[in-house]
């Protein structure tokens, strides 16, 4: 059983949904970064999603594009992600999923992507710009099966193709919450909750919402209709409102707290 | 798609016989192409491929394609023998195919036209476009003012500095100019904002992209669309020299001008030769020859060959010319390289200057900078030629546009 297998059917025991918190690695820079996802998992984050810092993020709103022009101009790569991924594992168990563009990982060679995966503890990848069409490549590199590869679902996906990405993913589906890029206002609750149960009817493995999402209220809500909530935009706003403040460690915890509070639906 | 059927002529003479390098079903040209995109964006790259495999075997569409084409943009341009330059090198026949004397000045329109049809096809009211130069936007803009569509245009705040006629001219269509700041503020920056914004308007805009770039379809799409530079050149030649020529020469930015034309002689026996920008020189790192000096790597949807670093980060770009200041380069290019049908070279930001001047003095031609880096090396090619033989170089726009800049560096 993996990581996250077993984290679901836990959460879904005590009737929880996960929260799972994204964060630019190396942003602002490595030893910040290592003290906020610390934070974030004292706190209670189910899943640390670990972003891979690109220079041409095109899903991405603005807060995630300065995260990753932070997080690069402090020098930071793939490499120095899995070494930030290394450090947590070596602390704590939770999942990490490494979230990425492609380009990194192609630069880096798909086969030798995944050793270094499996060795710096990542359970699964999500690479936001390879849809089914083009995975093959990349998944027919990798020397075993102790990856998962975690896929997204939009809301103008047709209920078809959403049966067939849901049967080439594995850990759980990434259900995109709107058509937008990450951090984008006007998020539609009574429209997540129905694409969610259309993807729950073809799909069997968890499914967590993501994009525009900020606030308690917001992932009590899509806990209810899905498995989990993905907080990403929000925390970045926080580091970035805080960059200079000694305090963002405990900022970033108390409001992983008030989010993870929200998930517990008994 | 069938790559038998890809090409098929229809009524028009435009889209000719079916060739070898048409991509497969899923847009790959060979190990390049694709659609390397969120799954936010490929349910709409789906439906625009099937709209547009619909509207390519629909003889209605062509022609409404080549009536604007030809009552619209001015077309056929013309190809015009440069007896003078020919001299002055002392080697080969120097022919220009005369993109400059299309609507708007570039061969843009060729493929705004096409787009804008398509998207009045597809009910589609607004369309989005990404600018360099700002000849694309301009392009686009004209294409929506006449089509009665909202237009927006993304452009590099670094671009909108340096083609501030162009920002203006676009204004004046009824376009709104969207300047993009994240990144380094230029084309490549433009076109993420662009990508951006398309996911969220998605149901009532299209993109109408500007080069042979980006995701499947778009490669495919602009070079059919552009292929009537190289089909009226193939005829022109043909009845002017009697026989085919010995090379074609365009510049290479994305590089849909010398798709447009390389595409018809594909399977001729005709020299390809694309001309990058090579900026302040190759070796300072200071330029924009992406497929001299690039590798293999993603960016803005598919395969190709990029300008990046080791780690894959892209890497800024560097041209004189704002349309070739690109660190990416149309997959189908890549694959012409890769298989050694076309070569490619790349020509500097001083040498693509002196060609300006050259052809402005010696043919009263004024061409964009862009296309100066063609006949810069069109020169030197010439030079090694003997008479007999015959160079067509894509004069793909005027350089009216670059008169500012030209004469703060001339």
Redesign the interface.
């Given at each position: 059983m993996t990581r996250l297998t077993r984290l679901f059917a836990a959460l879904k025991e005590k009737r929880e949904g996960a929260l799972v918190a994204f964060v630019t690695a190396g942003d602002p820079d490595p030893e910040t970064s290592l003290a906020v996802l610390r934070a974030m998992i004292e706190a209670g984050v189910d899943i640390i999603e670990l972003g891979v810092p690109?220079?041409?993020?095109?899903?991405?709103?603005?807060v995630i594009?300065r995260s990753s022009?932070r997080a690069?101009a402090q020098g930071m790569?793939?490499?120095k992600t899995l070494a930030l991924c290394r450090s947590i594992r070596r602390e704590s168990d939770v999942p990490v999923v490494i979230f990425s563009?492609?380009?990194?990982?192609?630069?880096?060679g798909g086969r030798r992507f995944y050793e270094e995966s499996v060795r710096s503890g990542a359970d699964a990848v999500l690479v936001?710009?390879?849809?089914p069409?083009?995975s093959r490549e990349l998944l027919d590199q990798w020397s075993g099966n102790r990856l998962d590869f975690i896929?997204?679902?939009?809301p103008?996906?047709?209920t078809e193709?959403m049966a067939a990405?849901a049967r080439d993913a594995s850990g759980f589906l990434y259900l995109?919450s709107?058509?937008?890029?990450t951090g984008?206002a006007g998020l539609d609750l009574e429209e997540v909750a129905a694409t969610a149960a259309r993807l729950k009817h073809v799909a069997a493995l968890p499914v967590c919402v993501g994009f525009g999402i900020s606030q308690p209220e917001h992932v009590s809500a899509v806990c209810r209709t899905a498995d989990g909530a993905v907080v990403g935009s929000a925390f970045e706003r926080l580091i970035e409102e805080h960059l200079t403040a000694g305090d963002l460690p405990e900022r970033i915890a108390r409001y992983a707290s008030a989010l993870k509070a929200a998930t517990r639906l008994l | 798609m069938n790559p038998t059927t890809a090409s098929r002529p229809v009524s028009a003479p435009s889209f000719g016989a079916p060739v070898q390098f048409s991509p497969d079903p899923r847009g790959h040209f060979g190990p390049f192409g694709g659609r390397y995109v969120a799954e936010t964006l490929m349910p709409a790259l789906l439906a625009l491929e099937a709209a547009y495999e619909s509207a390519r075997t629909d003889p209605a569409f062509h022609e409404a394609f080549h009536a604007l084409l030809n009552e619209y943009a001015g077309r056929p341009t013309p190809l015009t023998f440069a007896r003078r330059l020919t001299a002055h090198c002392g080697g080969a026949r120097i022919y220009l195919k005369r993109e400059d004397l299309a609507h708007t000045g570039a061969h843009k329109i060729n493929n705004t036209l096409g787009q804008a049809l398509l998207a009045r096809r597809m009910g589609k009211t607004k369309v989005i476009a990404e600018t360099g130069a700002g000849q694309h936007g301009v392009a686009t803009a004209t294409a929506a003012a006449l089509f009665g569509m909202e237009c927006r245009v993304f452009m590099g705040t670094e671009d909108v500095k340096r083609q501030a006629p162009n920002v203006r001219r676009m204004e004046l269509l009824g376009a709104r100019v969207v300047p993009v700041s994240s990144g380094t503020g230029t084309l490549k920056d433009a076109m993420n904002e662009a990508m951006r914004y398309w996911v969220s308007a998605v149901r009532d805009t299209f993109y109408v992209i500007g080069s042979v770039a980006g995701p499947h379809p778009y490669p495919m799409m602009v070079r059919d669309f552009q292929r009537v530079i190289g089909d009226e050149a193939r005829r022109q030649i043909l009845e002017r020299e009697g026989r085919l020529p010995d090379a074609l020469i365009a510049c290479v930015g994305g590089g849909s001008n010398a798709m447009g034309l390389f595409y018809p002689f594909l399977e001729d026996p005709v020299g390809l030769i694309g001309v990058e920008a090579a900026g302040e020189g190759i070796d300072t790192g200071k330029h924009a020859a992406t497929l001299g000096a690039g590798s293999i790597g993603v960016l803005h949807g598919s395969k190709s060959y990029v300008l990046q670093d080791p780690e894959g980060q892209i890497r800024e770009a560097h041209s004189i010319s704002a349309g070739l200041d690109y660190p990416g380069v149309g997959p189908e290019h890549a694959w012409l390289k890769e298989s050694g049908r076309a070569r490619y070279v790349a020509v500097t930001d001083a040498q693509a200057l002196g060609a300006f001047r050259t052809l402005s003095t010696l043919e009263g031609i004024i061409p964009a900078l862009e296309s100066a880096h063609a006949v810069a090396y069109a020169m030197e090619e010439a030079a090694r030629r003997s008479p007999d033989e015959i160079l067509i170089v894509n004069l793909s726009g005027r350089g009216d546009k670059d008169l500012g800049i030209v004469f703060r560096d001339l």
């Open positions: 690109f220079s041409d993020p095109t899903a991405d709103g603005p594009q022009a690069l790569t793939l490499e563009y492609y380009n990194p990982i192609l630069a880096m936001v710009d390879l849809p069409e083009e896929r997204l679902v939009a103008t996906t047709p193709r990405i995109v709107m058509t937008g890029v984008s | -």
